[in-house]
């Protein structure tokens, strides 16, 4: 019989200790955003990771002590016990801090892992709260040292002395591309990034490693977040308006975010000089779908249709210039219209796999389509003169005395069809302490464009040929019998087709010397790239690009850290490179090529018992097989030659901390000199020579009304290059426009903050944030001007250099919500 109650004992006890209990939740960071493939281990020896929304769950055993340990590479793990019921199902959201990042089996600070890369980070909140006339990723872009812009309307920069072509932009690993025929600012509409879907932005103007792609001067790398519950979020204003909206399923194992954006540039393009009938219209919509297969492989799809029209109609325009002792005036009556739309597809599917800790591998595969039409015939008839100043006169500040009067006609008929195919394959392996990284990519060009313009130039009833050798009029002296001709004509239609093979191998390794950390990587890149197309000769190129970078943090009491890198930067032809200023596609263009020598010093510390940062750099640039251009606005033509050399230097500064407690904000300075000569001629500025910059970037609130905010955006450009006329030597035209200066500010007041909670306003609590207020753009009314119009007067020959100003003081309303 004891037998009997012995093994009745047994039974029960095995079948009480065999009941279990299931703990579950989420992993957030710091930050809030979701940790996927984190660890979360128990005592009991049974273990499991979280899935790529985050969430976990797992089974214990129940009426037992059990210890829980949360870990992920990158942050300080968490260790805790707890003791459940049979079947209790207990919910634990946990937040791990940042302390360490993994590579290999050496530890860095994942705060450090930046500044290790001279990399610069900008967070979603701050990117969506500063004002700007085209607020965004690119608006805040343009208050760092070393990224310029004269114009407030476009999302296009310039870094370190490059033109627009020369950045790189990346969003979830896929590069993305711009429109082609985008002329100026006001036609140019919404940048791709859409900031309500970001979680991550990361840039470097130079010395960037070699996974990154084949441009000379910059990449900016962006992360699109995935969502963790239901949420969204929805902005008006005069300018437009967006909306997000994002969700999970309820296995966790999908998630989605999808965001709208509408904008309207008429509340700028209505305050400017000329009086028009304007309508633009750009609107946008982007998604981003995750699914989580198993803990080994998931998938991503990020899909974006932008559709652009733009139709202007102009009236009338002056612009006064000169000085005070000589003012002078331009006054244009316009007839005819623009209409421009550009349609943009773009998609692209990437799946993630990893076996193991040490190994993981991603495949991407878009596609990206845009249809664009430029077709415009504007009759402009002009007079140029002189200002009437007589302050008792009806007519004071209109044209009294005309020493000049043409006409110009100006037409167009251009459109672009593109299609690109990109394949890629990207891996990362971790052996013992070294991390190699590796990818090879496909992709395939074909682009079709026709191009047909025309510019016809009239002054005081004469009409004006191209200044060619074939049409010099030396009459009386020998008859002239040239044809009529318009001043400037292009023609052109071109089925270019360009095939490229890319691939990179990068290795990271970390080491003490003595008590000071050292942190290594060199990589390699190569592209060869094979054009061909209808009457074009089949050309095949490569280049080779090797890469470096090494970082040193002393064992100081300071806390400092010194980089250096450096190394090759080939830029391959894009389409828009290979054709000249005829139109004619030139496959035989080689790729540009620069040499970057970049050093950085960042100092953290503290002041007034909050942290700050002071990051500096600086950087030599040598360009090789340059490929001269011009720009018009934004629009970048090239003389598809590599027949001229180049430079630039320069200093980066940046502060930035808690200048007011619990908010960041910085300060910037920057120092740039770029020159380029032309065969054996001697060096002149290039069209982005930008001298001096000075940009801050300040957040603030009243101690007595926390939630009344301000929100400033200051930058000064000392002045580009002025370009030159048409059929001009630019040699002879080295002057430079004003410098650039302007101020954005917002007021907002915070309706509902995540940490109020009103009970007399419950349909307020459904709601995270609720801000209201308004924006000044261009505040102290500064007649900033991005190009300069040459006018022509065929009695004197003297060409006007007449400054075409951006946009003046403008006002908006702004509500924006979250959920």
Known sequence: MKYFYSLLLFLVSSFAFSQTATVQGLIFDENTNTIAFANISSSSSNGTISDNSGFYQLKIPADQNVELKISYIGFKPITLKLKLAPNQVEELNLVLKTNVEQMGEVFIKNEERTRIEGVTTL???????????????????????????????????????????????????????????????????????NSDLVRNVEFSAGGFKARYGDKMSSVLDIEYRRPVSFGGSFEASFLGGSASVEGVSKDKKLSAIVGMRYRDNSLFVNAKQVEANFIPRFADVQAFLTYQLNSKLEFNFLGNIAINSYTYEPFTRQTNFGTLDDPRALLVFYEGEEENLYETYFGALKATYKPNENYSGRFIASAYHTKEQEHFDILANYRLGSVSTDFGSENLGEVEFTEGAGSQFTHARNNLDALIFNFQ???????????????????????????QEYEIVDSLGFSIRPPLPEFVNDQPYTSFEAPLEAFQSIRAINSTRIDRLTAFLQWSYRTNLGKSKIWMNAGLRTQAWRISGEDINSSTQQVWSPRAQISLKPDWDKDMLFRLSGGYYHQP????????????????????????????????????????????????????????YTIENVRIRYRARNDAEAYAYGLDMRLNGEFVPGT?????????????????????????????????????????IPKLKLYLNLVYNTGLPGGSPQFEDPYDFQTRLPDYQRVDVGFFYALKEPSDNFRNKPWLNIFKNVDVGF?????????????N???????????????????????????????
Not at 437 to 443: C, D, N, T
Not at 673 to 682: A, L, N, S
Not at 798 to 817: E, H
């Open 664 to 704: 960041e904000s910085w300060f910037s300075f920057g120092y740039l000199k770029t020159e380029e000569r032309q065969g054996d001629r001697e060096y002149i500025a290039r069209p982005t020579d930008q001298r001096l910059k000075f940009a801050a970037l300040f957040q603030d609130y009243i101690p007595a």
């Open 425 to 451: 394959h990207l891996g990362n392996y971790q052996i013992d302490e070294h991390l190699i990284e590796y990818g090879a990519r496909y992709s395939h060009e074909d682009i079709r464009d026709r191009l």
């Open 789 to 819: 119009t040459f006018v022509r007067d065929a009695s004197s020959r003297n060409q006007f250099a007449i400054p075409n100003f951006l946009s003046p003081r403008v006002f908006n309303l702004k509500l924006s919500a979250r959920f």
């Open 573 to 628: 032809p894009f389409y828009r490179e290979l054709r000249d200023s005829t139109g004619t596609v030139i496959p035989e263009v080689k790729a540009q090529e620069s040499i970057h020598i970049v050093a950085g010093n960042d100092y953290s510390f503290k002041m007034w018992d909050r942290p700050f940062k002071l990051v500096t750099e600086v950087y030599y640039k040598k360009m090789n097989n340059v490929n001269p």
């Open 123 to 193: 967070t979603p909140e701050t990117i969506r709260k500063i004002p700007g006339a085209n607020a965004g990723v690119e608006n805040l872009l343009k208050t760092l040292p070393g990224v310029n812009s004269n114009n407030e309307l476009s999302t296009q920069y310039a870094v370190r002395g490059g033109n627009f072509d020369e950045n790189l932009v990346y969003v979830n690993d896929i590069e993305i591309y711009r429109p082609f025929l985008i002329r100026s600012g006001q036609q140019e509409g919404l940048s791709f990034v």
């Open 775 to 787: 924006e000044v753009f261009n505040m102290f009314d500064r007649l900033n001007s991005i190009t």
